[in-house]
Nanobody, 124 residues
Framework: QVQLVESGGGLVQTGGSLRLSCAAS????????VAWFRQAPGKEREFVAS????????SYKDSLKDRFTITKDNDKNTVYLQMNGLKAEDTAVYYC?????????????????WGQGTQVTVSS
């Protein structure tokens, strides 16, 4: 079992920055993948970024890779999503998720464990 707890969301103005955190606990193997997804009101959940638990590979949604960065602190078992240059369209609930398979994926259904989500609201 893997437990995930997100934090760091909030209200920010256009152009601002936020850093989301995902504290992970439980049995996490080096080949697992951890990812960030987001879901805006009335829209489907979408992939944002992912990283293998051993930090050897990262992947981003193409339209976000210049503004968002995924990192991991091994000592704290915490994954971060640094978001810069925020826009109104970044408003969404952001979720942390873990995939228990060595192959990377950006598909929602391929992830087994999910956090409760943290709300990010960008005001224009």
């Amino acid at each position: 079992q893997v437990q995930l707890v997100e934090s760091g969301g909030g209200l920010v103005q256009t152009g601002g920055s936020l850093r989301l955190s995902c504290a992970a606990s439980g049995r996490i193997l080096p080949y697992y993948t951890v990812a960030w997804f987001r879901q805006a009101p009335g829209k489907e959940r979408e992939f944002v970024a992912s990283m293998s638990w051993n930090r050897r590979t990262t992947s981003y949604k193409d339209s976000l890779k210049d503004r968002f960065t995924i990192t991991k602190d091994n000592d704290k078992n915490t994954v971060y999503l640094q978001m810069n240059g925020l826009k109104a369209e970044d408003t969404a609930v952001y979720y942390c998720a873990v995939r228990t398979n060595v192959k990377d994926s950006n598909g929602v259904s391929d992830y087994t464990y999910w956090g409760q989500g943290t709300q990010v609201t960008v005001s224009s």
